[in-house]
């Protein structure tokens, strides 16, 4: 079993593929040996007392008063994982991030003479531009011992920021294929939109943010209705873009077929995904930002699901082109359209990149393939 010191601001109950990567693979990879350093929020007991490793919470807000605002937690973070250090004889000190994770990490094991293996997700080193973080950031990732790197896209950028390949470990994320599976029972869900039995209903979730390219789905879904397609669009998730999809409908007139119904509940997004006949995330990169993986890709993979996704960022690891999925550049709303088009109208093509997407997502994205690969780094 490994004895490893892990830092993470993002831990289970907090939503997202960080939180849930972290909280998946080091279960699998050791019990109580393992410590977790990890933010105290809302909910935070009743996972701690299921989870198997030890968890240690700490307060890590910023102080808006402080320059910089997240020096406090920087200290928080230093002095407990220290401490633990010290105190028991880790195999390796892991993080999650390259900041503020990550820099802590480097120097409490240079300080306790072990490894440091540093993950990249890739969103992080194309949006913080030359400064300051950036060459934090920088540093943390070229002195990791190893660095995880979720995407072939975001190991190419690890070279150009010079981390040397031999450190670079390639490893995706991963899926509870328990939990994302064919066969669960979506009653109620459609049916709460008047969405029929066959129509097509084509599904988003996630931040609701510009390069998720919601809104060039919803372009998509509009014209494919004038069309005569009976196609139906679904997006769940909260974010900054809530209003200007709600206006983009709204001037779209398209409130009968295309609706947003918020955040959905862990237990139900399962059930989306049966429900649903295409995912759609076609993603484009704006201002330098980019998906680095898409682990709804995978989620949707898992449940049989064939999707269509962008070319930008690291997605081509998530969703293989005509074999798992389409691929198109999602800030062409032609290509978007002509991409949904072929899924909609050819329900041989939606079974056959279903089909090996689910199979791909048990072989090579379950949590235990993941963190095997894990231990082997």
Known sequence: MSRLLVLTELFLPTRGGTAVWAAEVYRRLGGRDIHVVTADVAGAAEVDAVHPNTIHRLKLKRVPWLRPESLAMYARFFFKSLTLALSRRFDGVHAFRALPEGLVAWAVARLTLRPVVVYAHGEELTTWGRGGKYRAMRFALRHADRVIANSEHTRDTLLGMGVASARIALIYPGVDVSVFRPGLDPAGLRESLGIGATEILVFSVGRLSRRKGFDRAIDAVVTLRREGRPVRYVI????????????????????????????????????????????????????????????????????????????????GAAVLHEVTGLRVDGADCGAVTAGLRRLVVDAGLRARLGQAGLARALQDFSWEAVASKTRKV
């Open 236 to 315: 769940a998730g909260i974010g900054e873009d809530a209003d200007y999809l709600d206006g983009l409908i709204l001037q779209q007139d398209a409130g009968a077929f295309v609706h947003r119904i918020g955040a959905v509940s862990e237990a139900d997004l399962p059930r989306w995904m049966n429900a649903c006949d295409i995912f759609a995330m076609p993603n484009r990169e704006i201002d330098g930002d980019n998906e680095g993986f898409g682990m709804v890709f995978i989620e949707a993979a898992a449940c049989g699901k064939p999707s269509l996704a962008g070319v930008a960022g690291g997605t």
